[in-house]
Nanobody
Framework: QVQLVESGGGLVQAGESLRLSCAAS????????MGWSRQAPGKQREFVAR???????TYAASLKGRFTISRDNAKNTLYLEMNNLKPEDTAVYYC??????WGQGTQVTVSS
């Protein structure tokens, strides 16, 4: 059974940075695509970034350059480095694994 547990969210001011982590457990994690999505209040969940097992990354166009996704397969951990945060980045951030596995989410709040 796959479990995904996010951490690292919090309240920051605009312009600051945060690093989210997602600890994964279970089988077949290392051979799958992992990624991050987010859901702002009153909005649909949206794609943020994804990374393949060999490190190929894809980003939402509006976030490329500020956000960096990475993974440590030895630690079964996914990361999202978020720089120059903006109030519009406020959302619950979810990590996911191919196969429709999702974490419980971590709240990121950016104040202006």
């Amino acid at each position: 059974q796959v479990q995904l547990v996010e951490s690292g969210g919090g309240l920051v001011q605009a312009g600051e940075s945060l690093r989210l982590s997602c600890a994964a457990s279970g089988s077949a994690i290392r051979n799958n695509v992992m990624g991050w999505s987010r859901q702002a209040p009153g909005k649909q969940r949206e794609f943020v970034a994804r990374i393949t097992n060999d490190g190929t990354t894809t980003y939402a166009a509006s976030l490329k350059g500020r956000f960096t996704i990475s993974r440590d397969n030895a630690k079964n951990t996914l990361y999202l480095e978020m720089n120059n945060l903006k109030p519009e980045d406020t959302a619950v951030y979810y990590c996911w694994l191919t196969g429709n596995y999702w974490g419980q989410g971590t709240q990121v709040t950016v104040s202006s």
